[in-house]
Nanobody, 124 residues
């Protein structure tokens, strides 16, 4: 079965950096789009970034220029490099996957596969 396992979360001061990883198994990694979502306390889970076929990337406006999503098809791993972190980036970060399509999907309902989440805390 499909498994997504996140790692790399932690506590960091504002302005610092973290790199999240998502190890995928049970799927043909090159034919799946990978995305990162996050959920802050008391808020809905929201789209952060996605990487689609041919390496095309998309970001929510609040992280553009600070976060970079990437994928390594040799290790079946998706990553999220987060720089210049802000306290408002504090959330549980989730990796998600869906089969490739011609449309960018940013809703949680559009992704059938999810990891367990990793906590990112940014102190001011």
């Amino acid at each position: 079965q499909v498994q997504l396992v996140e790692s790399g979360g932690g506590l960091v001061q504002a302005g610092g950096s973290l790199r999240l990883s998502c190890a995928a198994s049970g799927l043909s990694f090159s034919t799946y789009e990978m995305a990162w979502f996050r959920q802050a306390p008391g808020k809905q889970r929201e789209f952060v970034a996605a990487i689609r076929r041919f390496g095309i990337t998309y970001y929510t406006n609040s992280v553009k220029g600070r976060f970079t999503i990437s994928r390594d098809t040799t290790t079946n791993t998706a990553s999220l490099q987060m720089n210049s972190l802000k306290p408002e980036d504090t959330a549980v970060y989730y990796c998600a996957a869906r089969y490739v399509s011609s449309t960018l999907y940013t809703r949680t309902d559009d992704y059938p596969y999810w990891g367990q989440g990793t906590q990112v805390t940014v102190s001011s």
